[in-house]
Nanobody, 114 residues
């Protein structure tokens, strides 16, 4: 069964770094990371197509980097310079396999606090 499993969330101090991982059980055509903070709508953080073409929300440009390793069916979100307002549940979203079907992960909590 095709699925996505996120990992790497946790508690980090402001200015710190975390790397989120998303393990996919199929080849990755498109992957994105979304986040949903307390009392807010889910919002797009970053996306990548075919492991090459990336797009970032303005609020993470220069701080976060999205990547995929198609040999391992893995996606990553490297987060540097974390701020308290980055606190949220982060979700992996991907289109996998020949049919490019869309899947969501279960989410991983990121808490930025001193």
């Amino acid at each position: 069964q095709v699925q996505l499993v996120e990992s790497g969330g946790g508690l980090v101090q402001p200015g710190g770094s975390l790397r989120l991982s998303c393990a996919a059980s199929g080849s990755i055509y498109y992957m994105a990371w979304y986040r949903q903070g307390p009392g807010t709508e889910r919002e797009l953080v970053a996306s990548i197509i075919r492991g090459e073409y990336t797009n970032y929300a303005d609020f993470v440009k220069g701080r976060f980097t999205i990547s995929t390793d198609n040999a391992k069916n893995m996606g990553y979100l490297q987060m540097n310079g974390l701020k308290p307002e980055d606190t949220a549940v982060y979700y992996c979203n991907a289109r996998l396999g020949f049919m490019r079907r869309e899947y969501w992960g279960q989410g991983t909590q990121v808490l930025v606090s001193s």
